[in-house]
Nanobody, 122 residues
Framework: QVQLVEDGGDLVQPGGSLTLSCRTS????????IGWFRQAPGKEREEVAC????????YYADYVKGRFTVSKDKSKNTVILEMNNLKPDDTGVYYC???????????????WGPGTQVTVSS
């Protein structure tokens, strides 16, 4: 069964850094691309980043490129999202999800974690 749970959300000041984790059930990272998504109040959910099974296949939204980095720690069945130089617009509930079709893209996320709140405010 594909299961995911996020952790690491917190309140952080603009310009600060935060690291989120997505812990998955066993072998998920061997078969599924993992995407990071966020949803701010009053806004549509948007894709932030994606990492494929190969690790080398990565996607970043333009508004986070150069500030966010996605990686894996397979020994812990975990995907990491490192966020730097955070902005108030980065505020939202962050979700990770396993894609049901692609191994290198996140076009069809199907299995979702419950989310973790990130608030960027002074």
């Amino acid at each position: 069964q594909v299961q995911l749970v996020e952790d690491g959300g917190d309140l952080v000041q603009p310009g600060g850094s935060l690291t989120l984790s997505c812990r998955t059930s066993i072998n998920v990272l061997d078969y599924y691309a993992i995407g990071w998504f966020r949803q701010a109040p009053g806004k549509e959910r948007e894709e932030v980043a994606c990492i494929g099974v190969s690790d080398g296949s990565q996607y970043y939204a333009d508004y986070v490129k150069g500030r966010f980095t996605v990686s894996k720690d397979k020994s812990k069945n975990t995907v990491i999202l490192e966020m730097n130089n955070l902005k108030p617009d980065d505020t939202g509930v962050y979700y990770c999800a396993a894609d049901r079709i692609g191994t290198e893209s996140c076009w069809d996320p199907a299995n979702w974690g419950p989310g973790t709140q990130v608030t960027v405010s002074s």
